[in-house]
């Protein structure tokens, strides 16, 4: 994170299910640190293949 914006993101762990999480990082690179932005950014992606039964606003409440 870089003056607030997010400038480089990776996320890793065995709960990924074998899915490519590339389209999640790159959704999030340029967006603002802020919850709201975050959740924003998230919308177009289902990340039910990323997280099973896990909200986008508890992933984005980790983040913080």
Do not use: N, W
């Amino acid at each position: 994170v870089d003056r607030g914006i997010i400038k480089c993101v990776a996320v890793s762990g065995d709960y990924f299910h074998g899915q490519d999480r590339t389209s999640m990082e790159t959704q999030l690179m340029g967006v603002r640190y802020k919850p709201e932005d975050l959740l924003a950014a998230l919308r177009p992606i289902e990340t039910d293949p990323f997280f099973t039964d896990f909200s986008k606003e508890a992933f984005v409440d980790l983040l913080y």
